[in-house]
Antibody, heavy 120, light 109 residues
Framework: QVQLQESGPGLVKPSETLSLTCIVS????????WSWIRQPAGKGLEWIGR???????NYNPSLKSRVTMSLDTSKNQFSLELRSVTAADTAVYYC??????????????WGQGTLVTVSS | QSVLTQPPSASGTPGQGVTISCSGS????????VNWYQQLPGTAPKLLIY???QRPSGVPDRFSASKSGTSASLAISGLQSEDEADYYC??????????FGGGTKLTVL
């Protein structure tokens, strides 16, 4: 059974960088795409991006200038960096595994989510 | 504003059926597959339907979905109280970016 667990600071100051890590157990990150998705309180889901060991990465165009995703196969984990954050970046951040093809993938395993608040 | 359009709310009584729609465009729903996620209160989303109409193992056959052109729909039959949740459709655009609907809050009356 694949399990994902997000970790990182719950509070980030405006203009600083949000950094989160997702530790994967029960499966290797050497296959599949690995995604980040966020959800502001009381709002819907927003796709942030996906990454794979093949080097193929896709980012949400609205966040692309501020986002970097990376994978660490030695630790079986992947990471998200979101730079120059504002209060609008306050949300629950989920990591998820994506299975299936490039245009028909689905997020079949999710982490429990971690709340990140941007505030001074 | 979400790329895919869903009704903000839906409701039904136990035992009834309900349908949730998802409208997109030729560059997302019209050309790629649609997935549906269920999010129970306070929990992470769960994959409910993938590839337009496929149920993952463990999902009851009360849940079904279809796609036609640039629209998709999720149907739930025999509503149960535990179906009360938020439902999201999702797809890929032709550039490989994920897009979600705004979500539909299902209330079981």
């Amino acid at each position: 059974q694949v399990q994902l667990q997000e970790s990182g600071p719950g509070l980030v100051k405006p203009s600083e960088t949000l950094s989160l890590t997702c530790i994967v157990s029960g499966g290797s990150i050497g296959s599949n795409y690995w995604s980040w998705i966020r959800q502001p309180a009381g709002k819907g889901l927003e796709w942030i991006g996906r990454d794979s060991v093949s080097g193929s990465t896709n980012y949400n165009p609205s966040l692309k200038s501020r986002v970097t995703m990376s994978l660490d196969t030695s630790k079986n984990q992947f990471s998200l960096e979101l730079r120059s954050v504002t209060a609008a970046d306050t949300a629950v951040y989920y990591c998820a595994r994506e299975s299936g093809g490039y245009y028909n993938g689905r997020n079949d395993y999710w982490g429990q989510g971690t709340l990140v608040t941007v505030s001074s | 504003q979400s790329v895919l359009t869903q009704p903000p709310s839906a409701s039904g009584t136990p035992g009834q059926g309900v349908t949730i729609s998802c409208s997109g465009s030729s560059s997302n729903v019209g050309s790629n597959t649609v997935n549906w996620y269920q999010q129970l209160p306070g929990t992470a989303p769960k994959l409910l339907i993938y590839s337009n109409n496929q149920r993952p193992s463990g999902v009851p056959d009360r849940f079904s979905a279809s796609k036609s052109g640039t629209s998709a729909s999720l149907a739930i039959s025999g509503l149960q109280s535990e179906d009360e949740a938020d439902y999201y459709c999702a797809a890929w655009d032709d550039s490989g970016h994920g897009v979600f609907g705004g979500g539909t809050k299902l209330t079981v009356l």
